[in-house]
């Protein structure tokens, strides 16, 4: 029993060191770290050729393994324009990795189908958990924008904080009037002409009313405050409208850090 213990175990290693040489493990996860505390994720990022080796394609009911197409150009045109245009740097971790085999806003019993897949997952997890402890620590206080596309209504950016919880410090201590008014994120691209959902407090978030990640860095988790943004297809499916779309972001991400966060 023991000798077929020891062969798993090293069976597993050698795949893992395999997949990583294959790749190189940065290659998996992007991490960098921010001036600002503003936390940009990307659980869905990564495109579906950028598969990991001997990693089987997620399979079983309710599994869902679709790219949210160009949220990865969404997450690094906005920190480039945060950078060059208002000179913050936000923190950002973004999924290299396909959904197809790891599902990075899931826990970890529901996101890969091998054990191959775990430090790669681990490694995506570590980063932001490491990255708010940190915010929290330099910074008192913080928002984390977990970025996500939607197909149910391609002309919507549909809000997720499970009605509220996940972005209950920032709520507690300036109202509703930081999420969804001219200065919050969500008010600020509504001013922008964005049809933003729901647009007050009393509609329901579902069906994308907020995922494992800003469940588990929520502030209502003892993180900082989490909102998860689905952003419609008519804003990130071609070129031009993900760049101004991204432009627009940051400069919601820049007036509610000057509001809100700034010192």
């Known amino acids: 029993m023991k000798c077929e213990i ?22 998996f996860v992007t991490a960098k770290e921010g001036n600002v505390p503003i936390l940009l994720t990307a659980p869905h990022a990564g495109r579906p050729d950028h598969l990991l080796p001997n990693v089987p394609v997620r399979t079983g009911k309710d599994v869902k393994t679709r790219w949210d197409m160009n949220t990865d150009m969404i997450t690094k045109l906005t920190t480039e324009y945060l950078q060059t245009t208002y000179h913050i740097v936000p923190y950002v971790v973004m999924a290299e990795f396909s959904r197809k085999s790891i599902d990075a806003n899931r826990g970890a019993t529901k996101a890969y189908d091998t054990a191959v897949a775990q430090p790669i997952y681990d490694q995506y997890h570590t980063a932001i958990r490491n990255y708010v402890t940190q915010i929290k620590k330099k910074f008192g206080q913080g928002i984390l924008l977990d970025i996500h596309g939607q197909g149910l209504k391609n002309n919507v950016i549909w809000r997720g904080t499970q009605h509220g919880h996940t972005v209950q410090d920032l709520v507690k201590t300036h109202g509703w009037e930081a999420v969804t008014g001219k200065n919050g994120i969500l ?16 509609e329901s978030e579902a069906p994308y009313e907020g995922g494992y990640t800003v469940l588990t860095y929520g502030s209502q988790a003892g993180g900082i405050d989490a909102i998860q943004l689905e952003i419609g297809g008519d804003f990130r499916l071609q070129s031009p409208a993900y760049q101004k779309f991204s432009g627009d972001l940051a400069s919601a991400i820049h007036q509610f850090y000057r509001t809100y966060l700034r010192r």
């Open 187 to 202: 008010g600020f691209l509504h001013g922008l002409g964005y049809s933003i959902h729901p647009d007050g407090t009393e």
């Open 6 to 27: 020891v062969f798993v175990s090293v069976f597993f290693l050698s795949v893992f060191f395999a997949v990583a040489e294959a790749y190189g493990q940065k290659d």
